[in-house]
């Protein structure tokens, strides 16, 4: 339905089966420009196939992926995803088990990405090495983000 701009489908537990279908359909989507996937424990190889999905998408700015327990895999999916992006301007992946290996792979994508104004990175166990990355990341000449959100339980030994 091309009159759909805004989708929110949180809270509806689609698994990692679920992510494989989300991916065709939003793969092949060019009209919803804000989509909320939050809680919908889509895992890490559900992540994969989601975000596989989400780089043919070329109309979503606001993307919401948290509380889905992406996990390092999932980490490495998204960093793909924010890499090669250039629509996508709000990001949220809080709660999604993103530990300093994820965050490290993030960060090297946004040094890449010139669009994403927006990161919602809390409440991941990102240690301290992910969160300088980060902080690094954004400080780069490419980097257009207005707003990191780094809220976290800082562990100490990466």
Not at 62 to 84: P, Y
């Amino acid at each position: 339905n091309e009159d759909i701009v805004h989708l929110n489908m949180s809270h509806n537990n689609f698994s990692e089966e679920g992510a494989v279908h989300l991916s065709r359909a939003l793969g092949a989507n060019n009209s919803i420009e804000t989509l909320d996937l939050s809680w919908n424990n889509i895992r890490h190889r559900g992540a994969v196939t989601l975000c596989n999905g989400l780089k043919r998408n070329y109309c979503i700015t606001v993307l919401n992926l948290g509380w889905n327990g992406f996990g390092v895999d999932g980490a490495v999916a998204l960093a793909e995803l924010i890499r090669g992006n250039k629509y996508l301007r709000e990001l949220d992946i809080c709660h999604n088990r993103l530990n300093w290996e994820g965050a490290i792979a993030i960060a090297k994508a946004l040094k890449e990405n010139d669009t994403l104004e927006t990161l919602q990175i809390g409440h991941n166990p990102l240690t301290m090495t992910g969160c300088l990355d980060l902080i690094e990341a954004v400080d780069s000449h490419h980097s257009v983000i207005a707003f990191i959100g780094l809220q976290v339980r800082l562990i100490l030994s990466d």
